[in-house]
């Protein structure tokens, strides 16, 4: 498994922590001889790639595009948004980077949020590995 960070966001980031969350994604899911990348992105760049590729021009939290071949996929993460949905949410940034993160990898194996089943069948998905491996 080759995993790719890059930090964009104007902010100091743990990547060892978002790193270290893939690699336990990636054994706990099975996923073989793969890559992934994953972007850390602020406001700006995140509402550009909204609009490019879903049409919408409001912020997300995470943008998850599949791959092909040894490529599992691409995660964009804003990271200023991850701060402001903390605080919403009432957690720490870096289980809220974690939880999003997680979000976007179940997205690279194919779950789907556009209903509200799926959404709550991906929340579940997600707290249930972030607490098997106490993220």
Do not use: C, P
Not at 22 to 28: A, E, M, S
Not at 45 to 72: H, M, P, S
Not at 87 to 108: T, Y
């Amino acid at each position: 498994m080759r995993i790719e960070i890059n930090n964009r966001a104007k902010s100091k980031i743990d990547l060892n922590l978002v790193e270290s969350a893939v690699k336990k994604f990636v054994h706990f899911y099975k996923i073989k001889s793969k890559e992934v990348s994953i972007a850390l992105v602020g406001d700006v760049e995140i509402r550009k790639l909204n609009q490019t590729y879903r049409g919408k021009k409001e912020i997300t939290d995470v943008l998850a595009f599949a791959g092909g071949g040894e490529l599992l996929g691409e995660i964009v993460i804003d990271y200023d948004q991850i701060k402001r949905q903390a605080g919403q949410f009432g957690n720490n940034v870096k289980a809220e980077l974690v939880f999003v993160l997680v979000h976007g990898l179940l997205h690279l194996l194919d779950y789907d949020d556009e209903t509200e089943l799926g959404r709550w069948e991906m929340i579940k998905k997600g707290e249930e590995f972030i607490k098997k491996f106490k993220m």
